[in-house]
T-cell receptor, first 113, second 110 residues
């Protein structure tokens, strides 16, 4: 049983398209996150939700819109994809915002061509 | 803002010890984390320090000095499977936001 699962694992798409990445956790956690890891391997927080409420919203273009239909799911929709959006996107969850351990999904490698 | 520095790459021999240093500058410090990430995989939690001192967990230990803005991760009795990137991350009290360093790629050679 995968604790944090995200789909798809790979996504290749053309510039200008709109795409979504889905994430689900079965750990009963209250807090979920989206991180972006660029080609230089820097892992940066994008968004965090706690019990479906947005609690962290970093300086991210508004083409990126997270949606949390319930506390077990956090999806990421990206409009008008650009070349610079190519990266690995990781979903993660933790028991609460102040938890010591976060569990990461396997990542979605997005390539924009 | 936050500034986190760690070496880009380190090489060590199987069975040896490697120490990965991490220095940071932040306001409102609320914990330092170490994560391990194998190539193409998700980061996995290794350790958490919020008070000064050494936390030992099997072959891995993590040390923190808050006054110096310094931490290290010590890997003992290196195994080939320890070849991975090791990410240092600092959490701020405001918003509990975690900021990661660029990671240190450790290569273990036979």
């Amino acid at each position: 049983d995968t604790a944090v699962s995200q789909t798809p694992k790979y996504l290749v798409t053309q510039m200008g398209n709109d795409k979504s990445i889905k994430c689900e956790q079965n750990l009963g956690h209250d807090t979920m996150y989206w991180y972006k890891q660029d080609s230089k391997k820097f892992l940066k927080i994008m968004f965090s939700y706690n019990n479906k409420e947005l609690i962290i919203n970093e300086t991210v273009p508004n083409r990126f819109s997270p949606k949390s239909p319930d506390k077990a799911h956090l999806n990421l929709h990206i409009n008008s994809l650009e070349l610079g959006d190519s990266a690995v996107y990781f979903c993660a969850s933790s028991q609460g915002p102040g938890s010591t351990e976060a569990f990461f999904g396997q990542g979605t490698r997005l390539t924009v061509v | 803002g936050q500034n986190i520095d760690q070496p880009t790459e380190m090489t060590a021999t199987e069975g040896a010890i490697v120490q990965i240093n991490c220095t940071y500058q932040t306001s409102g410090f609320n914990g330092l984390f170490w994560y391990q990430q194998h190539a193409g995989e998700a980061p996995t939690f290794l350790s958490y320090n919020v008070l000064d001192g050494l936390e030992e967990k099997g072959r891995f230990s993590s040390f923190l000095s808050r006054s110096k803005g310094y931490s290290y991760l010590l890997l003992k009795e290196l195994q080939m499977k320890d070849s991975a990137s090791y990410l240092c991350a600092v959490r701020r009290a405001a918003g509990n936001k975690l900021t990661f360093g660029g990671g240190t790629r450790v290569l273990v050679k036979p």
